[in-house]
């Protein structure tokens, strides 16, 4: 099955993005939804969570704009507030995704919120003990946040865990530790999924990291990633990458791109 590309780039922590929001400058917002839609992207994370105060108004503003903009998009509803995470599932036309949940005490709430509604999730396997380092913690977290989801009405059909990629610079084995927790958690009979960008954060040459990465991760097994869909070196990486595993039968998709290019 070809990997789910949720697309990245309207966080209100881009510069572009947070004042976009704050003047309700549909324009922007537009552009960036279309462009990230045209270059492969099959949901687009919204983020508004740099006003705290007016996230829940910011996220539904987001919502209807890339809606007026594309019609019945699939959207990835990206905070950790209760209220702001209602707002923007109650103004989707298209089925959501709740990103993100996690077995801390402060997101049970969201947990609750995710389990009334069709959405799939987006969970972090991580609890009241924090960052989990190795692949090991990563798999009992999910261990223990899908028997929380399927108590609460999730099924792991909707549910993609998060196996939490972090940055290299200030935490070297947590590149192999993410890849190897893709493997275990995948067992499990979950889908998982990626924020590729954060393993390069704070590093010279972000983009040749990403790029890399994410071949490591297509090799090992990822369902869904999160990424600059523009980027077109990213993306024919990914599209090479599905070749070489056989997530492109007969390597078709590539051959297609390769004569349309």
Known sequence: MKTFIIGELINSSRPQVKEAISRRDEGVIRRLARAQ??????????????????????????????????????????????????????????????????????RRPIIELAARTEAEVIGLPMGQAGMPKTAEERLAEARALIEACEKAGIPRERLMIDVLCMSVGSNPDQGLAALAATRKIKELGVRTCAAVSNVSFGLPRRKLLNRTYLAMLAASGVD???????????????LAAEALTG?????MEYIRYQRKS
Do not use: H
Request: contains cysteine; hydrophobic residues 40%; proline residues 4%.
């Open 247 to 251: 997530k492109d039968k007969y390597c």
């Open 37 to 106: 839609v045209e270059a492969g992207a099959d949901a687009l994370d919204l983020n508004a969570a740099e006003s705290m105060e007016r996230e829940p108004d910011d996220l539904r503003w987001l919502v209807e704009v890339v809606q007026d903009e594309l019609g019945e998009v699939r959207l990835s509803i990206d905070t950790a507030n209760p209220e702001a995470m209602e707002a923007g599932l109650s103004a989707c036309r298209a089925q959501p995704i709740v990103n993100s949940i996690s077995n801390e005490a402060t």
């Open 224 to 238: 869904a990633v999160i990424l600059d869909p523009t980027d077109q070196g990213m993306m024919e990486t990914l």
